[in-house]
């Protein structure tokens, strides 16, 4: 049986503006949710746990987080760093809010990210979809495979 004979790609590229340049790929994790560094991520595994969450207990290590924000006390970016540091960051960041918490927590984490997207990522985006954030270019390429 031939699999890609029952598989269909659709590629989507998006444009933005670059908070953090640089360029990464991979899977996406996708939330609707603003996430809480100050207590809301386990820095050293980069799972999310707050308690109320809807990604609690998911790993965000070498994914591209598509997700609205930063909520919470300013030291979001700490706890963002310190995945960094723990060699479990986001590969890349697609916010759709920026603020002072998030712009601060992208440029600490060292990763690619980009806002001001002329879609909204949380509705074109899903997880599982193959991204790809060229940050100093302003794009984002994402690869939806679906069953033919």
């Known amino acids: 049986m031939d699999i890609a004979a029952e598989t269909k790609t659709e590629t989507i590229v998006l444009k933005g503006r670059k908070v953090v340049g640089g360029r990464a790929e991979g899977e996406a994790l996708v939330t609707t949710e603003t996430i809480s560094g100050w207590g809301g991520i386990n820095e050293r595994t980069g799972a999310i746990i707050e308690r109320r969450h809807e990604l609690k207990g998911v790993s965000f290590a070498g994914k591209i987080l598509v997700f609205p924000g930063a909520k919470g006390s ?3 970016s700490a706890y963002f ?4 540091l723990n060699g479990v960051q986001p590969a890349a960041m697609i916010f759709t809010r920026m603020t002072t918490k998030i712009a601060l927590g992208a440029v600490v984490t060292r990763v690619p990210a980009v806002t001001d997207l002329d879609q909204d990522p949380l509705s074109v985006i899903e997880t599982g979809d193959w991204v790809t954030v060229d940050a100093d270019a302003g794009t984002v390429t994402v690869i939806k495979t679906k069953p033919a």
């Open 74 to 76: 300013s030291g979001w």
């Open 81 to 84: 760093h310190m995945t960094r």
